[in-house]
């Protein structure tokens, strides 16, 4: 399943790594001679150590150290091109694949693996500057960009945005897939969003599956023209370029915060894994079809163009490096977690006392006192 190249695509970077800007990405072009070197190697030392997380943590759930993981393999320069457009004061909200927009902002991945272990109810204060307003993972669909829509609203009504200072006014950007575009919340923000005017960026990365349903299935017309019914504004860009996933992103976010009101980006990526490790894509996809989005990986992409540039060996391996230090990190103080008493899960359940609660919990109790019996 590899569609045809839409002809409002914005690509800068071919698969091959060659620069080969599309029609569509001509206007965005300065955005992208205004990086520096060093913004360019640090986009894609970004999606490294990301991948190299993103496997360590998949190694993990399969150990037994995480109930569950959502991998973000093959997504990477979609999230890393448009958190990288993103500026401190602007509010980040994540679906639950977010991984390198979450710790690019701040977050602390081990923060991400304790949701992922069970061992917090949120992972992370986003009250916390130390995690950039990067808004806590929702794994609910599309109920987050319920939240976004309703920060962004709030910034209108506290005069955060379109005051002509740059450095000053605020944006919102929420990210959502394929599958959580047909939720009802989705549309119900966009309507909210267009009427209040809110600074907000939609990003929807169409990762080509909602979990087995193929994207086919659920839209019988390209996902970024339903932002037109709602008067708003969107850009389709290839999510496995991160050069133009910055500059689509970075304009965007841009004509938010000036006030412009909010815009909607689809980035055409693939999820090269499963949904989450609970998920077998064997069962619903072909060798064939994953084959031929690997030949479009982003970050070979990515090392292809900087290495036509003069990028050394030694700048690759030192990212290499460090992204495997990272990877090790991660595994060892997962490691070092331990787990929650058996009588947490019974908090938080009802705001008041229940019956039904309180005799599971006596039971609870009483039954691992007796294994406790049996080891003395």
Not at 64 to 91: C, I, K, Y
């Amino acid at each position: 399943m590899t569609p045809p190249d839409d002809p409002a695509l914005v690509r800068v970077l071919a698969a091959d790594g060659t620069f080969a800007p599309t029609p569509e990405a001509e206007r965005f072009l300065p955005l992208i001679d205004a990086l520096t070197d060093t913004d360019l190697e640090t986009f894609y030392r970004d999606m490294v150590v990301v991948r190299a997380f993103d496997r360590q943590a998949t190694h993990l759930q399969r150990q037994g150290q995480l109930a569950l993981w959502p991998p973000s393999l093959g997504q990477e320069a979609a999230q890393v091109g448009s958190v990288r457009a993103t500026r401190p004061q602007d509010h980040l909200f994540p679906s639950y694949r977010e991984h390198v927009v979450a710790t690019t902002r701040g977050v602390d991945p081990i923060d991400i693996i304790r949701v992922m272990r069970g061992l917090s109810h949120g992972g992370w204060d986003p009250t916390d500057p130390a995690n950039g307003n990067t808004h806590i993972y929702t794994l609910v669909l599309g109920s987050h960009t319920l939240h976004a829509t309703g920060y962004g609203m709030g910034m209108v009504f506290d005069g955060r945005c379109a005051t002509g200072d740059p450095n000053r006014d605020e944006a919102v950007i929420v990210y959502y897939g394929d599958g959580a575009s047909s939720q009802g919340d989705v549309h119900e923000a966009m309507v909210f969003a267009n009427t209040y005017q809110t600074p907000q960026v939609f990003f929807l990365q169409n990762n080509q599956w909602a979990i087995s349903v193929p994207v086919a299935t659920q839209s019988r017309s390209p996902l970024h023209a339903r932002a037109a019914g709602y008067g708003m504004p969107s850009t389709l860009v290839d999510g496995n370029d991160v050069l133009a996933s910055y500059a689509v992103s970075k304009l965007a976010l841009d004509e938010a915060r000036a006030g412009a009101g909010p815009r909607a980006i689809e980035a055409m990526t693939y999820r090269m894994g499963a949904h989450t490790t609970s998920d077998d894509p064997t069962k619903y996809r072909t060798s064939d079809e994953e084959q031929s989005w690997a030949q479009r990986d982003p970050i070979a992409r990515m090392h292809a163009y900087l290495r036509a540039r003069g990028a050394s060996d030694a700048f690759f391996d030192e990212v290499d490096a460090a992204a495997a230090a990272y990877a090790d990190d991660v595994r060892v103080r997962t490691n070092a977690l331990g787990g929650l008493e058996a009588s947490t899960m019974f908090a938080h359940v009802y705001s008041e006392p229940h019956p039904l609660m309180v005799e599971q919990e006596r039971w609870t109790a009483e039954y691992e006192a007796s294994f406790a019996g049996g080891a003395a």
